[in-house]
């Protein structure tokens, strides 16, 4: 069984660049969430996909986006890259009649200078 | 809502004695709760989760969590800590299964001194 797998593991951009972050779900999953992790603090969601559509959003601006793919996988967007942007990206993959229960991959570390 | 707080930031324990980590919560649903750990530089293990089968829950790595209802808490322990225990844990409730969103507590520091 495959785990959950982002890439890259460490990026580093400029303010006003864009992002784009990618994450491949567990096999047998159909669901994504994304989380943002800041330096000492705990994951906070940003939102989930599921059947290539939103599923739920968190308290984050337009400018964090994403899509889901026909074989699961995701991405994450994120425009117009602000200091405050910097930290670890969490993917997670879950069933969707169990999509509470999320197994999440290592992480991106994004810097932004 | 829903929201959780862990109710120490750090703890520190010698090996072999046990472990034992704080949470409350709340929610306006029959939640879901899970604990989860996080090494150094890596991504989040789930060590455990509560539906509603059973009020105490056995996990992984001998970790082991118990659900009262009545106090709000989930508190996380182990009868005796291993030097790998050393890491970040975090306390976390949804909204029961078809929840998707996860509410993190802000995390309890373990440190296992030799």
């Known amino acids: 069984e495959t785990g959950v797998t982002q890439s890259p593991t460490h990026l580093i951009k400029t303010r006003g660049q864009q992002v784009t972050l990618r994450c491949s779900s567990q096999?047998?999953?159909?669901?994504v969430s994304w989380y943002q992790q800041a330096l000492g603090q705990g994951p906070q969601f940003i939102f989930q996909?599921?059947?290539?559509?939103?599923?739920g959003r968190g308290n984050f601006p337009p400018r964090f986006s994403g899509l889901q793919f026909p074989n699961y996988s995701s991405e994450l967007n994120v425009n117009a890259l602000e200091l405050d942007d910097s930290a670890l990206y969490l993917c997670?993959?879950?069933?969707?009649?169990?999509?509470?229960?999320?197994?999440f991959g290592p992480g991106t570390r994004l810097t932004v200078l | 809502a829903q929201s959780v707080t862990q109710l120490d930031s750090h703890v520190s324990v010698s090996e072999g004695t046990p472990v034992l980590l704080r949470c409350n919560y709340s929610?306006?649903?029959?939640?879901?709760l899970f604990w989860y750990v996080q090494h150094p530089n890596k991504g989040l293990q789930l060590l455990l989760k509560?539906?509603?089968?059973?009020?105490l829950v056995k996990g992984i790595n001998g970790f082991e969590a118990e659900f009262k209802k009545s106090e709000t808490s989930f508190h996380l322990t182990k009868p005796s800590a291993h030097m790998s225990d050393a890491a970040e844990y975090f306390c976390?409730?949804?909204?029961?299964?078809?929840?998707?969103?996860?509410?993190f507590g802000g995390g309890t520091r373990v440190l296992v001194k030799p």
């Open positions: 997670a993959s879950s069933s969707w009649w169990a999509s509470d229960t999320q197994y």
């Open positions: 096999s047998g999953h159909n669901t």
């Open positions: 996909y599921y059947r290539e559509e939103e599923n």
């Open positions: 929610s306006s649903y029959s939640p879901s």
């Open positions: 509560y539906t509603s089968a059973a009020t």
């Open positions: 976390v409730v949804s909204e029961g299964a078809a929840g998707n969103k996860l509410t």
